[in-house]
Nanobody
Framework: QVQLVESGGGLVQAGGSLRLSCAASGSIFRLSAVGWYRQAPGKQREVVATITSVGSTNYADSVKGRFTISRDNAKNTVYLQMNSLKPEDTAVYYC??????WGKGTLVTVSS
């Protein structure tokens, strides 16, 4: 069974950058589309970015031009490079694979 572990969250000032990682166990991960989602306090979870098994990407309008999703199948890892961070990016960020497998999340806090 695939398990996902997110890392890389933290506290950063507005305008700063962070890189999140989603490390997976299980080789089937390489065949799966993967998504980064986030949930801010009091809000519903929303999709941030997705990447297919062959590297096609999609982004939420709110992060286009600032965030980049990528994957390294040799390392069973998907990344989310976040630049020009804004306070409204503050949330717990989750990784999703195979449609119904979730990590426990990593907290990103952007101070103004």
């Amino acid at each position: 069974q695939v398990q996902l572990v997110e890392s890389g969250g933290g506290l950063v000032q507005a305008g700063g950058s962070l890189r999140l990682s989603c490390a997976a166990s299980g080789s089937i991960f390489r065949l799966s589309a993967v998504g980064w989602y986030r949930q801010a306090p009091g809000k519903q979870r929303e999709v941030v970015a997705t990447i297919t098994s062959v590297g096609s990407t999609n982004y939420a309008d709110s992060v286009k031009g600032r965030f980049t999703i990528s994957r390294d199948n040799a390392k069973n890892t998907v990344y989310l490079q976040m630049n020009s961070l804004k306070p409204e990016d503050t949330a717990v960020y989750y990784c999703n694979a195979l449609g119904d497998v979730w990590g426990k999340g990593t907290l990103v806090t952007v101070s103004s």
